[in-house]
């Protein structure tokens, strides 16, 4: 079971943390206190995992707090639970190592996350003396980042689209007209050339004239970015 201390001077939010707390599997409430002083000393007398920590203290305040428990090498993890709201507390929170930062007034549903997101950290790490890429990115919430998603010019449609870019990938290299590209998608040259001057002008296509003995040039287009993330804002 993790340990988890309480630090609220206000106790209808002391009261409501701990019944956010028993709704939680795996965690056990060691005590609940008003003070940072009420709070290290329970932190002499008891294993304490984590802390639910807000800032307004009568005394030293909750960053103080913090900041001393830091010095005395104290090992317990803190999740800010306040109404501070400023940049430059968050950044000092931040600096000092809480794990997480959750705004008064939350819902019970903010809180879940903070505490299961904990719950899943402290399980990862608790037993092992080293860890994966893969474990590592989970302890740190890594995700790729997905570009933001971009107005398309009038006249396009997104799901047009990611068919044109499927056919267009599975030209690879080769040079295509827009009758081919046509062909495969299954819509009309008009439509086709309004989608291949937009990803022309992106600089995904590029352009060349065959010119031929006879009749008019010939354009051939070929993919010059199969990178599906400059595509994929669009798509």
């Not at 984590?50 to 104290?74: H, M, S, V, W």
């Not at 590209?181 to 309004?194: F, H, Q, T, Y």
Request: net charge negative.
């Amino acid at each position: 079971m993790i340990k988890v201390l309480i630090v609220e001077d206000d106790p209808m939010v002391a009261e409501f943390n701990r019944r956010y707390l028993k709704q939680i599997e795996g965690f056990e409430l060691v005590s609940a206190v008003q003070t940072g002083d009420q709070a290290l000393k329970v932190m002499q007398e008891k294993d304490v995992d984590l802390i639910l920590l807000d800032i307004f203290l009568p005394g030293i305040n909750g960053l103080e707090l913090l900041a001393q428990i830091r010095e005395i090498d104290k090992e317990a993890d803190v999740i800010l639970v306040t109404a501070a709201r400023d940049v430059q507390t968050i950044k000092k929170a931040l600096k000092l190592g809480a794990v997480d930062y959750l705004v008064k007034p939350f819902e019970f549903e903010r809180f879940r996350a903070a505490l299961t997101a904990y719950r899943e950290t402290h399980r990862l790490i608790r037993h092992k003396e080293e860890l994966s890429q893969e474990e590592l990115d989970r302890l740190f919430a890594y995700k790729e980042q997905a570009p933001e998603e971009r107005p398309l010019p009038k006249g396009l449609d997104r799901k047009t689209l990611k068919k044109v870019w499927e056919a267009i990938k599975h030209f690879g290299d080769r040079p295509f007209s827009t009758d081919e590209l046509s062909a495969s998608v299954g819509i009309s040259r008009v439509s086709i050339r309004k989608y291949i001057e937009f990803l022309a002008d992106i600089e995904i296509l590029s352009m060349d004239i065959e010119y031929g003995s006879v009749g008019r040039p010939i354009y051939k287009y070929r993919c010059l970015d199969a990178d599906i993330r400059k595509i994929k804002q669009y798509i």
